[in-house]
């Protein structure tokens, strides 16, 4: 069985399902994924996840603000409020947050206020934070270690190994998108495979970074199991072991306090 740890229900292409988006988590039921995380990119994702998420017992989601949203959305985003927001029982963490200075460089000041406070609230509610990091890897280890968060994700990793042994140190866990499998990702896979085996997890990210082999189409939450399989290529596992461990990591990790 596997977990899809972080994937966007709310943005995926739900055209081979006639719009229903019962039926696309249907289809990653059908090919094993017993688990899906739902995350949020604004703050008012958390309505129609919490819709969804009622029907789906597999299904949890995350509160909270992308780094790439307006300062206005981010401002919004205050302690108080997504400790509130967090006190829903289907919500399994607080995200996504971090920091992001490839996308946007405009606000970076609130960027890493709205950062800060996430962690602040993932400490108060004791769910883990899941943090996005792009061109700011340095600044995003430095806030982690700053607010002392503990009990989170770098999820879609794709920095070094000095990234990741940092935020390892931290208690973190790394995530692992479909990039893994790209042909052009040696570099990650070699970082990858110094890895705890007790700290990955895998996503699919969806609607992005489909894997092999159906990179550049719209991904979705039944493709899982292909980053599996990349790890397990990595590791030298068996696909089925590289499932039960992730699936086991991810219950670990929310039942961490």
Partial sequence: MFVDTHCHLTL?????????IDLAIQAAKDVGVSKMMSISVNLDDHIELSRIAIRHPELGYSVGVHPCEDATVMARA??????ELAQ????????ETGLDYFHSTDFIAEQKECFARHIQASKIVKKPVVVHTRSAKHDT???IRAEGSEHGILHCFTEDW???????????????????????AQDLRDVAKQVPLDRILIETDSPYLAPVPYRGKSNEP??????????????????EEIAFITTQNFENLLNSK
């Avoid at 829903?88 to 995200?95: N, P, Y």
């Fill in 12 to 20: 995926l292409d739900l055209s081979p399902y006639d719009g229903d």
């Fill in 78 to 83: 205050t302690t108080e409020y997504l400790v």
């Fill in 88 to 95: 829903a029982e289907k919500v399994w963490a607080l995200g």
């Fill in 141 to 143: 280890v430095d806030i």
């Fill in 162 to 184: 000095e990234t990741a042994k940092a935020v390892l140190d931290c208690g973190y866990y790394i995530s692992f998108s479909g990039i893994v499998s790209f042909k052009n």
């Fill in 222 to 239: 039944k493709y899982v199991p292909y980053v599996a399989k990349a790890l397990s290529d990595v590791y030298d596992k068996p696909l």
